[in-house]
């Protein structure tokens, strides 16, 4: 398996533009996460899923993030519009459905917003 | 939040052992302690898991307090690749996986 599968890897964008990132998680996990890092915040969970269904999204800063999982191998994760302020680097991870398993994580996405 | 605490930085020098602590006082029965690193510019990648008893593999060691209150990743011979972030979370029945600061391991040739 070539592992999680993130892109793009660097997004440049304009304030106001909606900005889509993509993950393809490893064939046969049932978790999918996403997560933000910041030099300030540190490295956030905004979402994950369980089969496909979010099961927690308190970590989305606000209604202008939106993720979805539409398939199994499949998931995105929409800022509309986007903000200066939302510049980090955005990280999808999966893991199989035990607690006693690795998660592994995608390269990153770098979100830059001018 | 995060429910584990965990030293800013450290310092080690090349070879010698780095025992990297990790506090995590509210940890419930069923929640699997793990540890995972952050090289430069790349994404967490795993380390070592474990519930009660102590762990070994290849890359490290992680030894569990008896009452799990607190843990230890042990690197037995640090080397400049090993400078990184190392992150503890404790990870529940519900697969959360929330990660704090980490300590930033400083390696000295």
């Known amino acids: 398996d070539a592992g999680v599968i993130q892109s793009p890897r660097h997004e440049v964008t304009e304030m106001g533009q909606e900005v889509t990132l993509r993950c393809k998680p490893i064939s046969g996990h049932d978790y999918l996460f996403w997560y933000r890092q910041t030099m300030m915040r540190g490295l956030e969970l905004l979402i994950y899923f369980n089969n496909n269904v979010p099961i927690d999204d308190s970590g989305m800063p606000e209604d202008r993030f939106s993720a979805k999982m539409p398939n199994a191998s499949f998931s995105t994760l929409k800022i509309q519009p986007s903000e200066p302020r939302d510049s980090a680097v955005y990280f999808c991870?999966?893991?199989?459905?035990?607690?006693?398993?690795?998660?592994?994580f995608g390269q990153g996405t770098r979100l830059t917003v001018v | 939040d995060a429910k584990t605490t965990q030293p800013n930085s450290m310092e080690s020098n090349e070879e010698e052992p780095v025992h990297l602590p990790c506090n995590h006082s509210?940890?419930?029965?069923?929640?699997?302690i793990h540890w995972y690193r952050q090289l430069p510019s790349q994404g967490p990648e795993y380390v070592i898991h474990g519930l009660t008893s102590n762990v070994n593999n290849r890359m490290a060691s992680l030894a569990i307090a008896e009452d799990r209150k607190s843990s230890t990743l042990i690197l037995h011979r640090a080397t400049l690749r090993d400078a990184a972030v190392y992150y503890c979370i404790l990870r529940d029945d519900n697969n959360d996986m929330r990660f704090g600061a980490g300590t930033r391991l400083t390696v000295k040739p």
């Open positions: 991870a999966s893991t199989q459905d035990r607690q006693n398993t690795e998660a592994f």
């Open positions: 509210t940890i419930s029965g069923t929640d699997y």
